[in-house]
């Protein structure tokens, strides 16, 4: 983890950013030698919400045009 001073971080904001995304450090922003802010990478996550669930679920029958009418009338 680096730290580095607000001042310094605006002035050279876009390379900073470049070499956290290139090397994956963190930066710790200070503002008067106190910790304001930090810079990290993003992690690229495993799978999407969409498709996390590919490969686990079985669609059975016709889920667009089912008819559940039978099954209410039984409940009473």
């Known amino acids: ?3 580095l001073p607000v001042s310094v971080f605006k002035a050279k ?3 900073l950013l470049d070499e956290v995304a ?12 106190r910790p304001v802010a930090r810079v990290s990478p ?3 996550s495993a799978a999407t919400v969409r498709g996390s669930w590919k490969g686990l679920v079985e669609v059975r029958g016709d889920i667009v045009h ?3 009418s039978e099954d209410w009338e039984s409940a009473g």
Do not use: E, N, Q, Y
């Open 13 to 15: 904001c876009l390379r």
């Open 66 to 68: 089912f008819d559940a």
């Open 42 to 44: 993003v992690r690229a």
């Open 22 to 33: 290139h090397h994956g450090h963190t930066l710790i922003i200070t503002k008067r030698g």
């Open 1 to 3: 983890m680096t730290t």
